[in-house]
């Protein structure tokens, strides 16, 4: 099963790491 607070945080972490790429990338 998945756990949602761990779904979540690695939602987070996905997120930050595309939006530090796409500021690096401008």
Do not use: F, N, P, Q
Not at 2 to 26: C, P, Q
């Amino acid at each position: 099963r998945y756990d949602k607070l761990a779904v979540r945080y690695e939602a987070t972490i996905i997120i930050a790491t595309i939006d530090t790429w796409l500021r690096s990338h401008l």
